[in-house]
């Protein structure tokens, strides 16, 4: 189980989209995160890398097969 703060503007239009459909509101909240899920984890994998670059290999390091050592 999760539970999440969210501001009071954003539960006002849930509450009127769930009582609208008459599903729950944590359909709703299930749907967003499948939605954009992907999104928000590709974009902090990639400010992650950015802040703590991997080591590069050049192509005589990788030819000579030193990206498989220690």
Do not use: C
């Not at 539970?3 to 954003?10: L, T, W």
């Not at 909240?29 to 670059?53: K, S």
């Amino acid at each position: 189980m999760l539970a999440v703060r969210i501001p009071d503007e954003m539960e006002s239009r849930l509450d009127k989209l769930a009582a609208l459909t008459g599903r729950p509101k944590s359909f709703y909240v299930r749907q967003a995160l499948a939605a954009h899920l992907d999104e928000i984890e590709e974009t902090y994998t990639a400010l992650y890398r950015l802040e703590n670059p991997a080591r590069r290999w050049t192509l005589d390091e990788l030819e000579q097969g030193l990206d498989r050592k220690g």
